[in-house]
């Protein structure tokens, strides 16, 4: 099986650890110096970059959330000037304040090798067609997995989403070899294959790289049967880099985390303390190697844990199980990351509904919709159907404006959402639907 990295990915684990070190001792000292958000933080806390003197002190430091980054929109966590800045990412949907992340040239090399070693490690070599289905543009999916699969030297085919027959077509025509999307459009395309009448088996697909949100073991199984290819499950996030930060290798036995870039811990998530090796946790990472926007501690809210045994692919970097569930309710429908909060503000801001509300996520033929309840104001019980109609719209509009997506609306009796808590706000069926 080949190993990318070898000196790398195959390190003493002690030697791996003095390396992770002498790196967040060099992060630690920029973002002081350079970012005065750590500052401030380091300094409220009373702690100096020489605190930092083992691995284990990484606990003293302080965590990095996702609003810190929205609050420093769009800017202010960059630690250089915008001069060295060569490429820039942002979240997805149109929120006031999404997250904006800047590389460095340095800072993009190291990303390609990242995840030129996820492909590796799923059995990508330079011989494959890599078909890249994910968005192409300020989410980070695209354009982090194509520079990684053309630093392979693979033929890469940059088809981004959308057009399904037309991605099929390709796919058969181009003669893909590894698929690269989410899973859940992995199984779209075989849904659309079967209505083209195209058989799986007439494609050339051997491996997929899988990821930007969960794969259940049940999905992956049906994906691995209906297109007869390899999934594996790849973890990334923007804030952190993209993708690349994790990826299964061929025995799929966890996802291994590029470790002489990410330091990652498993913490409680209530009481905030590093939990022992293998417990499942909120998983928290460190860069140890970016410029343009380092991240200390940065808090995903996935749910995950760490084993630092090593494989039997030979590769001594820990792994990470794959993360099923978070400490927040966030969801991803279609490659969209979505917060409750922001529905809730969204809905503030139209007139005649109350802003309580409930999100159903169904599975129909493959495709994912969300449908949202929203509750009438009392006065609003009227039979004027144009009234509501144009209510319905204005709420779609809204929402796509700021989400990126159109919900289904239903417009729901005043107090009929009285026992809608945050145990039943999202209600997501997909799972059962598939
Ligand atoms: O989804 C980056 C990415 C692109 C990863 C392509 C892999 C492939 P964000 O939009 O910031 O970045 O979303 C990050 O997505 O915190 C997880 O909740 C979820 N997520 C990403 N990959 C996986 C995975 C990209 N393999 C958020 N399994 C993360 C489960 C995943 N969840």
Known sequence: MPIWNRKIERMERSELEQLQLERLQAVVNRVYRDVPFYRRKFEQLNIAPEDVQSLEDLAKLPFTTKEDLRDGYPYEMFAVPLREIVRIHSSSGAAARPIVVGYTRNDLRHWAEQVARILSAAGVTKDDVVHIAFDYGLFTGGFGMHYGAERLGASVIPVSVGNTERQIQIMQDFRSTALVSTPSYALYMCKVMDEMGVSPASLYLRVGLFGGEPMSESMRSRIEDRLGILATDNYGVSAVMGPGIAGECELKEGLHINEDHFLVEVVDPKTLTPLPEGEQGELVITTLTKEGVPMIRYRTRDITS?????????????????????????????????????????????????????????????????????????????????????????????????????????????????????????????????
């Open 306 to 434: 760490i084993d630092r045994r090593p494989c039997r692919c030979g590769r001594t970097t820990a792994r990470m199980s794959p993360v099923r569930g978070r400490t927040d309710d966030m969801f991803i429908i279609r490659g969209v990351n979505v917060a409750p909060s922001e529905i809730e503000a969204l809905l503030y801001q139209i007139e005649n509904i109350e802003p309580k509300y409930q999100v159903v996520l169904e599975r129909e033929n493959g495709l994912d919709y969300l449908t949202l309840n929203v509750e009438l104001a009392p006065h609003m019980v009227t039979d004027q159907m144009q009234r509501l109609v144009e209510l319905e719209e204005t709420i779609k509009q809204r929402f796509h404006r700021v989400i990126g997506l159109t919900p289904r609306v239903k417009l729901v009796e005043p107090k009929s959402l009285e026992n809608v808590d945050r145990s039943n706000r999202v209600i997501d069926l997909r799972e059962k639907q598939q």
